[in-house]
């Protein structure tokens, strides 16, 4: 896993002139998607969150997006799919993560992919309904319009902040993370500290069962494929 980020020219006329940041944690059983659990084991929704990431760096891959960092936490080792993982991840910037609270780990990330010195769409491993298209048009309305860029989660989070100036970054330190208020509190903040908010659609994030079958509903690749196999290979908890 290379560690640093990489300064090579910006020249890629045919690239989207913005760094993709994912934030991402190693998917270990009883470290990773927890929530998803009793319905599904921790080992599989452990899976289920490698699935997520995987289509999340595929996406990645294909968007035209000049640069992505993933802004990396965990035992690797330790991972579901970790042999693919690590490949996949070769073919990235890996940095790790800094800070005690969530909050100031991704203010922190989003500070290191700034380093490249163009705009970061900051997004997590729980949306592998995102394809490359629209991780396109979301980079490219980030880069259009100069400002910053938000995702509205359904749960009232978000899933995608893109910012065109690394100085707000701060501000995610401060903010509660993972409650039905972070996406408000977010963009509030931003607005309050002068910057215009540009709205990008609003999707589920994966946290619950209900969720995972959601979004399996609506997305391809692995994670689909995956829960529909667990689904139909076992027979669920009730909700």
Not at 149 to 173: E, F, I, K, Q, Y
Request: proline share 6%.
């Amino acid at each position: 896993m290379t560690i640093g980020i990489d300064h090579s020219p910006l020249d890629h006329d045919d690239t989207v002139a913005a760094t993709l940041l994912v934030v991402a944690k190693s998917p270990i059983a009883g470290f990773a998607k927890t929530r998803l659990t009793p319905q599904f084991s921790p080992v599989d929704a452990a899976y289920l969150a490698a699935c997520a990431l995987l289509d999340t760096l595929d996406a990645a891959r294909e968007s035209g997006i000049r640069h992505c960092v993933v802004a990396w936490t965990g035992d690797l080792d330790r991972a579901e799919r970790s042999v693919e993982l690590a490949a996949a991840l070769r073919e990235v910037t890996v940095v790790p993560q800094r800070g005690d609270s969530f909050g100031e780990r991704l203010a922190n990330a989003h500070v290191d992919a700034a380093e490249l010195g163009v705009p970061v769409l900051q997004i997590g491993m729980d949306t592998p309904q995102a394809d490359p298209g629209l991780l396109a048009r979301s980079a490219t309305r980030l880069v259009a319009t100069g400002d910053t860029v938000l995702g509205p989660a359904a749960d009232g989070g978000w899933w995608a902040l893109g910012l065109s100036d690394p100085r707000p970054a701060h501000l995610l330190a401060d903010i509660p993370m993972s409650t039905a208020r972070t996406g408000e509190l977010t963009e509030t903040a931003l607005r309050h500290s002068g910057f215009r908010v540009h709205a990008l659609p609003t999707l589920t994030d994966v946290d619950t069962y209900s969720d995972a079958i959601a979004v399996a509903s609506v997305s391809r690749g692995r994670f689909a494929r995956a829960v529909t196999d667990l689904v139909t290979t076992k027979t669920p908890v009730p909700l």
